[in-house]
């Protein structure tokens, strides 16, 4: 399985954008990028993925670099809702995902 | 449009008890999967079942078994337990099996298992 490596924490405050980065050097052509997010107290949450290109929803947006070793999670506004642990997973087939131990981000009011 | 639900919540059992976990999958979802979290780390994928069938196995003993049932649904069964399966054991669906592109998985928010 494809590893991915991100930092600890993170810390920001509210109405300010927030980049969170992830390496994942080993990653094949077939990897799909995901984000996901976890709450306290609930199950994660899917945030949004992407293969080459950069990404856009509502919740967020996927920044991939080109030689796709490295992605960002940036949520535009962090609000006191977005903290979480956020997770950065290698998908290649089926429903394992193989989380790490993702990035704790605080957000500040 | 009810969610991924999972039961019990909360349980506790002590060492060499059997459990059974129960998981009903968000509506028109045929893949359900299962994840162990420990405390303070991220989840691991135990096993997936699509037409009742477990079609993935990630690195647990077989001491770990499922079923699914013909209507989706799903149980997590775990026999002799051990003070390291205490545990939020997670449920997750989906309405596609084997498709890294369809997105999103939806989990349910857990049973808490503790074993004494």
């Known amino acids: 399985d494809a590893k991915t490596t991100q930092p600890n924490s993170m810390e920001s405050n509210e109405e300010e954008p927030v980049h969170l980065p992830c390496n994942h050097s080993?990653?094949?052509?077939?990897?799909?990028i995901h984000w996901y997010r976890q709450l306290p107290s609930q199950g994660p949450e899917y945030v949004i993925h992407?293969?080459?290109s950069n990404v856009n929803n509502r919740m967020a947006s996927l920044a991939i670099a080109e030689d796709r070793k490295s992605s960002t999670l940036i949520l535009h506004r962090a609000t006191l809702r977005d903290a979480a642990v956020y997770y950065c997973?290698?998908?290649?087939?089926?429903?394992?995902?193989?989380f790490g131990a993702g990035t704790i981000l605080r957000v500040k009011s | 449009d009810a969610g991924v639900t999972q039961s019990p919540t909360h349980l506790i059992k002590t060492r060499g008890q059997q459990v059974t976990l129960r998981c009903s999958p968000k509506s028109g979802h045929d893949t359900v999967s299962w994840y162990q979290q420990a405390l303070g780390q991220g989840p691991q994928f135990i096993f997936q079942y699509y037409e009742e069938e477990e079609r993935q196995r990630g690195n647990f003993p077989d001491r770990f078994s499922g079923h699914q049932f013909p209507n989706y649904s799903s149980e997590l069964n775990v026999n002799a337990l051990l003070l390291g399966d205490s545990a939020l054991y997670l449920c997750?669906?989906?309405?596609?099996?084997?498709?890294?592109?369809?997105?999103?998985?939806?989990f349910g928010e857990g049973s808490r298992l503790t074993v004494l």
């Open positions: 997750a669906s989906s309405p596609q099996l084997f498709s890294a592109n369809t997105g999103e998985l939806f």
């Open positions: 992407g293969l080459t």
């Open positions: 080993t990653i094949s052509g077939t990897d799909y």
């Open positions: 997973i290698l998908r290649r087939y089926g429903n394992k995902l193989v």
